[in-house]
């Protein structure tokens, strides 16, 4: 038995007080009147936007809309910025009850829970212009062959070094071409002892989903596949064992220290991270974060790559990230309009002028070499490295399947089980596997 | 209401003959018409903002639903599944000491401090706010958030151990031994609520009971074994329901404390933190609902436990 949203509103009863339904009913599929965010009204076309991010990108956005509607005297928008944590809250509310924002920016971890259920516009339909972009950045926004996001900006999992721990430990930084995890461990370890620091390597490496999926790149393996677990339990026990004997090394520190710092879901802001405040020597980082770190360490980091098996930087199945990709609602009542803003952000100057490389370095070829001489110090060496690795990328991996969004919360906690010693790497490993494809939905 | 129903009593007291009553039932018709149109802002409330969401949670507690697609009836499977759920037992089993472990000490915190400022001190009424101040704060944000970073490697109990010679270098917060210890010291902390109540009810008990008590020689331990907790026992029951019902509802604070991973190793994975996580983080509504509706009956029973109990040892007499 299977109700429509419609009929199951109405009849949840309570919500449905008579205003409110006419309401909810006009949003509904086929529909005639217009929906709140996608109405005509004075003529013009009215755009809701939703995006999630910092003050810089706020401001930014905010100029952003300005200049689109200058160049779109018809279209007007209104954005609604967030925070990310309540963001995916807030859009699963909305997208219920019918209201989803008519442009939608999105996440990687989250695209297919949305894109597989329909709830995205396949964005090529209405021409969404990808032509100009770079080999591999626009599969990451295709879901069952449509394209439902179009890639905001480059990213790139990194390790972030503080040259002036490695400075106090009178060590060289490490040749991030050649080094292989083993190596990873050995320098960690010794720069932690040297320097006197608590982290040669932030512990939150091994619960970060970028750093076990390249990692299992190099084995052969991915994340995800596009209905199941890309991997088996060995080869997450091998991951944890890895772990260990990193933990070992003392090159991690303590599973109380750790566990402390948190994970990437749950972890502590950028300010009171252990590599800004001088506790760690290298830590997990996407690559955009490297002017944020800056700015809240007043240090220039420098940006390494991930270890690969074979020591050869071009074997270690690189790939380019989406840092954000721009969606829209499948019941836009204006989709040109919605796809026309996607296609200005992605092509124009005038939008890489306001944005520079805030949401990623911009993936359309164009645009990189006009905007890379303006961007600051920390973004020029997030385009140098951007364009540095490209020989050592491998096929673009597919997004989560539905329910896989939250992998990397699963994996820091499996993390802290084993540091903790409440469980052998081996049952960690089975039961991990067992919990990330327990909550696919496919 | 009572002034309505007081006129009622007054009629039925003077209704003698069919004619008479019968002029009182209309009247008392009118009256409950009155009555439930004042009642009806508060009915409405209750059909709409309580009943209406309740009936739809109990409908989508047997669907599957990811919130983004309709609801698709999928029987007694969400049940079903928690049996065999770790993440759920485990969450049952946090929230379970939390509860059995946490409402009683605060009880006694509340009791005990309530019995002080029972003293007629100076400055009652400021003692009494000052006490009275975390029950305030304490489920807040911002208080939340002053717990985690007091109870940090480098926070203000670790500093003040160290201040006594202690080489406090632990993480309490981050430690799946500790971390929920100090959600519940952070409950026991919030005694403000119980004690204002604890006091009201020490004022009713005569003081004469207590002088008589004295001049039999009965020591303080036995008075208040005799004369205080027996007296007080109903107030007792009462912060008891109230706060268990409380304490099984816990949410800001772990979600604040562990950023809402109720971590570490799910240590802090409060049943309404997994609900959360369940509901919004991953889509399975149906689910959440689900765990609701456990929660609900798991409340009702201690409730009723609580009551079944309580003819035991709740005093009653005058």
């Known amino acids: ?442 | 209401m009572s002034a309505i129903s007081e006129l009622s009593t007054v009629h039925r007291v003077k209704a003698k003959t069919p004619e008479e009553k019968r002029l009182r039932a209309k009247e008392a018709a009118r009256d409950n018409k009155a009555g439930y149109l004042f009642l009806l802002p508060w009915l409405i409330g209750l059909a709409l903002i309580v009943a209406g969401p309740l009936i739809a949670s109990l409908y989508l507690s047997f669907t599957n639903y990811s919130l983004i697609q309709a609801p698709q009836w999928i029987g007694l499977e969400n049940y079903a599944r928690m049996l065999d759920d770790p993440r759920l037992h485990q969450s049952l089993k946090v929230t379970f000491i939390y509860v059995i472990v946490g409402v009683p000490l605060q009880l006694i915190v509340a009791l005990a401090i309530a019995m002080l400022l029972n003293e007629g001190m100076k400055g009652l009424a400021f003692y009494r706010s000052v006490f009275y101040l975390p029950s305030m704060l304490g489920a807040s944000v911002a208080i939340a958030l002053i717990w985690r970073q007091m109870f940090e490697s480098d926070g203000l109990v670790n500093q003040v151990l160290r201040l006594f010679g202690i080489p406090a270098t632990t993480s309490w917060i981050a430690d799946p031994k500790y971390a929920l210890w100090t959600i519940i010291l952070l409950h026991i902390w919030t005694f403000g609520s119980p004690m204002v109540i604890f006091l009201a009810g020490l004022r009713q008990i005569p003081g004469m009971y207590y002088e008589a008590a004295s001049v039999d020689g009965a020591s303080h331990w036995a008075q208040f074994r005799k004369i205080t907790l027996p007296l007080l026992s109903p107030i007792i029951f009462f912060n008891l329901v109230l706060q268990i019902i409380n304490a099984f509802q816990a949410f800001t604070q772990a979600f604040v404390v562990s950023n809402g991973t109720g971590g570490p190793s799910d240590s802090t994975l409060f049943y309404t933190l997994y609900l959360y996580q369940r509901g919004f983080g991953q889509f399975q509504m149906g689910y959440a609902a689900a765990m609701a509706w456990l929660l609900v009956v798991i409340i009702a029973a201690f409730t009723a436990i609580n009551f079944f109990l309580s003819k035991y040892w709740v005093f009653y007499g005058d």
């Open chain 1, 1 to 442: 038995m299977a109700i429509n949203r419609r009929q199951f509103l109405i009849g949840a009863g309570g919500l449905a007080a008579a205003a409110s339904t006419i309401g909810l009913s006009a949003c509904a599929p086929g529909a005639p009147s217009g929906s709140s965010g996608g109405g005509a009204s004075g003529g013009g076309t009215n755009l809701a936007l939703a995006w999630w991010g910092n003050p810089t990108r706020n401001k930014n956005t905010e100029a952003e809309i300005q200049a689109f509607q200058k160049a779109n005297p018809n279209i007007t928008i209104a954005g609604q910025p967030g925070e990310f944590g309540s963001y995916w809250d807030k859009l699963a509310t909305q997208t219920a009850g019918g209201q989803a924002p008519d442009i939608i920016q999105m996440d990687m971890a989250y695209i297919s829970e949305y894109g597989n259920r329909g709830a995205l516009l396949d964005l090529a339909k209405y021409g969404a212009d990808t032509s100009k972009f770079v080999e591999g950045t626009v599969d990451s926004g295709k879901i069952n062959g449509q394209l439902v996001g179009v890639n905001a900006g480059i990213n790139s999992a990194v390790i972030v070094a503080n040259p002036k721990i490695f400075e106090k430990a009178k060590m060289d930084m490490p040749d991030d071409k050649t080094w292989t995890w083993d190596q990873l461990s050995e320098v960690a370890a010794e720069v932690a002892s040297k320097a006197g620091v608590p982290f040669g390597v932030e512990g939150n490496l091994f619960g970060a989903d970028p750093m076990f999926g390249a990692y299992l790149r190099q084995n052969g393996k991915e994340l995800f596949t596009e209905k199941d677990v890309g991997f088996e339990p060995a080869d997450a026990q091998a991951w944890f064992d890895l772990m260990m004997k990193f933990q070992k090394a003392k090159a991690i520190g303590t599973p109380q220290q750790i566990s402390e710092e948190g994970s990437t879901g749950g972890g502590k802001p950028i300010d009171q991270s252990a590599i800004v405040l001088g506790k760690a020597a290298l830590q997990y980082y996407n690559s955009n974060q490297l002017e944020a770190l800056n700015a809240a360490s007043g240090e220039s980091f420098k940006l390494l790559r991930a270890p690969s098996l074979a020591g050869k930087a071009t074997e270690r199945k690189a790939w380019y990230k989406a840092s954000m990709l721009w969606s829209a609602s499948a019941k836009t009542k204006n989709p040109e309009a919605a796809v026309a803003w996607i296609n200005w952000f992605a092509n124009t100057k005038e939008a890489a002028d306001i944005d520079k490389a805030e949401r990623g370095i911009p993936p359309n070829a164009e645009l990189q070499e006009y905007i890379t001489p303006k961007l600051s110090p920390a973004q020029q060496e997030v385009a140098k490295f951007i364009a540095d690795i490209k020989p050592e990328l491998a096929n673009t991996p597919i997004a989560p399947p539905p329910g896989g969004g939250k992998l990397a919360d699963i994996l820091f906690r499996y993390e802290t089980d084993v540091l903790f010693g409440k469980t052998s790497t081996a049952e960690a490993a089975q039961k991990f596997v067992d919990e990330v494809k327990s909550n696919l939905q496919v």
